[in-house]
Nanobody, 121 residues
Framework: QLQASGGGLVQAGGSLRLFCAAS????????MGWFRQAPGKEREFVAV????????VYADSVKGRFTISRDNAKDTVYLQMNSLKPEDTAVYYC????????????????WGKGTLVTVSS
């Protein structure tokens, strides 16, 4: 199971840190990532930490503002979000995937319940 937390209401320019803890099994060799879904929009890729990729991968819209990190000992992935914008408002989901990572949400294997991030202008 995956449990995401850390969402909330923040003003534009502010920061939030999201957490996603895995339980029940270890995902140390899997890709762990974040997606988000705004009202009326499709779920979109945000960031992934995959050992196969060699380094974190980010969506262009968050590059330079968001940082994904991972603690394998705790089976936890984090998303540090800085310089938040109103367009970052969405429900954020963490996910785990076997094998290579993908930008397509539908191929990811495990999903946590989302955490809502609201950025006010």
């Amino acid at each position: 199971q995956l449990q995401a937390s850390g969402g909330g209401l923040v003003q534009a320019g502010g920061s939030l840190r999201l957490f996603c803890a895995a339980s029940g099994r270890t995902f140390s060799n899997y890709a762990m990532g974040w997606f988000r879904q705004a009202p009326g929009k499709e779920r979109e890729f945000v960031a992934v930490f995959s050992w196969r990729a060699g380094s974190p991968v980010y969506a262009d819209s968050v590059k330079g503002r968001f940082t994904i990190s991972r603690d394998n000992a705790k089976d936890t992935v984090y998303l540090q979000m800085n310089s938040l914008k109103p367009e970052d408002t969405a429900v954020y989901y963490c996910a785990v995937k076997t094998g290579a990572y993908s930008l397509a949400a539908y191929v990811w294997d495990y999903w946590g319940k989302g955490t809502l991030v609201t950025v006010s202008s």
